[in-house]
């Protein structure tokens, strides 16, 4: 069977407010079948200043070095609006249930000024998967003593990266227990200690999750979470 990619750009028309400027970068993935996504990407210009902005949709497919690039889509001060791109490629690419991350490179001029880079929605890559069933989330819990805390941090297996750095801290401090790591079916694992506490005492728990999904884009994205414990009156 002969390799064939097939390319389709829908345009939409819906206006963006000119009061922001917003560099190219993508909305949203949402998944049509086993081997056709649609791409949202949004990109909000000064009015005031005329320009030309030279764009495409780059996806990575995880764990592998696989990369696909888009035509290049060029834009002027005319084009005001959000543009969704429906991409269709063939399963020599997109596999279903594989994880991938989508970007969009950018090269934007304005007056003479020409700016170009990896733009990031929410300047990191934007994960998606080949199902129609959700990806799985990390998530945190803890257990607590009336001296003692464990915060356990989870990530999902199923998910590949190429970096992955856990962290938590009880009101601003590393713990200086060894961190455990262990692994389910499910999930990587790491169990912060916190001891000496004191009973009855409330404490600030802060978690930091950050990972690199390719190796070569140097943005890598982090979720912070922040919660309240109280440690019990009782041993």
Not at 24 to 49: C, G, M, Q, R, T
Not at 196 to 202: E, I, M, Y
Not at 209 to 223: A, P
Request: with cysteine; glycine share 4%.
């Amino acid at each position: 069977m002969q390799f064939m990619w097939i390319f389709i750009l829908i345009l939409t028309t819906i206006p963006i407010s000119s009061s922001t400027f917003i560099l190219p970068s993508i909305k949203s993935v949402n998944i049509y079948n086993d081997s056709a996504v649609n791409i949202i990407w949004k990109f909000n210009p000064l009015e005031e200043y005329p320009f030309v902005v030279n764009l495409t949709v780059v996806i990575f497919k995880l764990n592998t070095t696989d990369v696909y690039r888009s035509k290049n889509f060029i834009m002027n001060d005319k084009d005001l609006m959000h543009f969704s791109s429906f991409i269709v490629v063939d399963n020599h690419f997109l596999k279903a249930n594989a994880y991938y991350a989508g970007g969009i490179e950018y090269k934007v001029s304005s007056n003479g000024n020409t700016s170009s880079g990896f733009g990031f929605s929410a300047y990191i890559l934007e994960l998606f998967k080949m199902a129609k069933t959700p990806i799985p989330r990390e998530k945190t819990s803890t257990k607590v003593t009336s001296n003692s805390a464990i915060v356990s941090m989870y990530w999902p297996k199923e998910i590949p990266l190429f970096e992955l750095e856990m962290n938590a801290q009880l009101n601003g401090w590393n713990t200086t227990s060894p961190v455990e790591t262990i692994t389910n079916d499910i999930y990587l694992i790491k169990n912060f200690r916190f001891g000496n506490l004191l009973p009855g005492t409330r404490y600030r728990v802060e978690t930091k999750c950050t990972r690199k999904y390719v190796s070569n884009i140097v943005s890598s994205e982090s979720q912070s979470s922040v919660d309240i414990i109280r440690t019990s009156f009782f041993k």
